[in-house]
């Protein structure tokens, strides 16, 4: 059984950072494409950013040059570095692969 489990999710000051972490367990990143979607109040979720399985990286066009998707095979663990953060960045951040959600972070960027 997939189980992916987000953290690092608070409360930060625009302009800040923060860096998410997702833990994945049942399942080999290696082999799968991983991506973080977010859902801010009243609005649908969206993609913020994929990493392939060789590695190959996408973004959002609002988080290009602040966010940065990374991971750690070896800790079976996918990150997401925030930086430069803006209150319109602030939703529920939600780990994903295939058809399998964690069951996400919630980061609020406010002053």
């Known amino acids: 059984q997939v189980q992916l489990v987000e953290s690092g999710g608070g409360l930060v000051q625009p302009g800040g950072s923060l860096r998410l972490s997702c833990a994945a367990s049942g399942i080999r990143f290696s082999f799968n494409d991983m991506a973080w979607y977010r859902q801010a109040p009243g609005k649908e979720r969206e993609l913020v950013a994929g990493i392939s399985s060789g590695d190959w990286t996408n973004y959002a066009d609002s988080v290009k040059g602040r966010f940065t998707i990374f991971r750690d095979l070896a800790k079976n663990t996918v990150y997401l570095q925030m930086n430069s953060l803006k209150p319109e960045d602030t939703a529920i951040y939600y780990c994903?692969?295939?058809?399998?959600w964690g069951q996400g972070t919630l980061v609020t960027v406010s002053s």
């Open positions: 994903n692969v295939g058809v399998t």
